[in-house]
């Protein structure tokens, strides 16, 4: 088998979380290596689709960078950079909005959330989302997208997006697979675990910020609501719980099913206190070198800036094909 194509995005909004690190982030730092290339793009295209303040986008970029490198992403071995910074992703959204139904956008589970949350203005950016995702894996003829469970509808739509343009067009995009992890897919908020951990529209005590101290991780984790019961296990009605599992066996590289062995007999407070240390230990060498990063906004730039021109060599050539392929402007 040939070595995969690699993409995925993350969103410069907000501060990222322990489900970003968990479901996407430790995702890409181990295909950095596999990918033939790994491209990971900083998608501020996509935060502008709800509201937002122009001054402060470009501070959580560099901060969303910066986190990236700190977790291990090194420029040299993937390439890094701005979706705005290759404007071959929007002109091929447009192009793509051609083979997308509308239909299949009003069916995105992403979409019927966030624009319920919206106060303001619900945006046809908000709507069209899924077509610049589309735009930005397809763009590179991506094979893998490493990314939490909750974008699994939207590579499925992508799949479709590309089926459609290769039947009506010929043979030209690539059909990508998702690639979800076995364990913290889906990482839960700690006060309500019956949703996930987001950027967007989360509760303060409930999201576990990357760069949290370790005093803020074991107050966080200290509160996280569990249930009425003292097993630690798994289980439909113990959302809270199993969760905490699945994140301390993650940071500790172990079975769930050897945590709850671990954990018998023991109370909630014991193990809590167990999970704050196992992620505090995890996150601690992220924080550390996200400290020594981010104040040299140049170096960011410099990196990003080497990793749109190698992205761009990448995309240009697709967007020749699609556009040849389309009868759109002046033929090769
Ligand atoms: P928003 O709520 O604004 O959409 P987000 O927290 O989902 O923000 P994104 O930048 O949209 O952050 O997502 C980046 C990656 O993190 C995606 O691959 C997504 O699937 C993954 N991800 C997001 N939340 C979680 C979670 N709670 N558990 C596991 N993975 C997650
Ligand atoms: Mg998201």
């Known amino acids: 088998m040939s070595a995969p194509v690699i993409f995925s995005g993350i969103q410069p909004t907000g501060r990222k979380h322990l489900g ?3 479901g996407a ?4 730092v181990e295909g950095q290596d596999r990918g033939e290339p790994a491209i990971f793009c900083i998608v501020d295209l996509h935060a502008i689709s709800v509201a937002f303040d122009p001054a402060e986008l470009r501070e959580r970029l560099y901060d969303t960078t910066a986190v990236l490198l700190a977790a291990g992403l090194d420029p040299e071995r993937c390439i890094l950079f701005r979706q705005s910074d290759v404007r071959e992703h929007t002109e091929l959204t447009w192009l793509l909005s051609a083979v997308t139904a509308h239909g299949d956008l ?4 992403q979409f ?3 624009s319920a949350k919206q106060r303001e203005l619900v945006s046809a950016a908000l709507f069209f989302y899924p077509v610049l995702q589309a735009a930005d894996v397809l763009a590179y003829r991506a094979t893998e ?3 939490g469970e909750d974008q699994r509808q939207h590579v499925e739509l992508m799949r479709e997006i590309a089926r459609r343009f290769n039947e009506r067009f010929g043979e030209t995009l690539v059909e990508p697979e998702h690639r979800i992890p076995d364990l913290g897919a889906r990482i839960m908020d700690l006060q309500e675990p019956q949703r996930k951990m987001s950027t967007t529209g989360a509760t303060e005590a409930g999201t576990l910020y990357v760069l949290d101290e370790p005093a803020v991780i074991r107050k966080k984790l200290g509160s996280a609501v569990t249930d009425s019961g003292r097993e630690v296990v798994r289980g439909e009605e113990k959302p809270g719980v199993a969760n905490l599992i699945d994140v301390l066996a993650v940071a500790r590289g172990a079975d769930p099913a050897a945590i709850e062995r671990e954990f018998e007999g023991a109370g909630y407070g014991d193990f809590k206190a167990a999970v ?5 230990e995890m996150l601690t060498p992220v924080r550390e070198r996200y400290a020594e990063l981010r104040p040299d906004q140049a170096a960011l730039e410099e990196a990003l800036a080497a990793g749109a021109e190698k992205a761009r060599a990448i995309a240009a050539p697709t967007l020749a094909e699609v556009r040849e392929r389309m009868g759109v402007g002046t033929p090769n």
Do not use: T
């Open 145 to 147: 997208v490493p990314v």
């Open 25 to 28: 982030i430790r995702q890409y």
């Open 20 to 22: 970003n690190y968990i």
């Open 276 to 280: 704050a240390e196992g992620v505090a």
């Open 106 to 109: 009003n069916r995105m589970h």
């Open 112 to 114: 019927k959330d966030k």
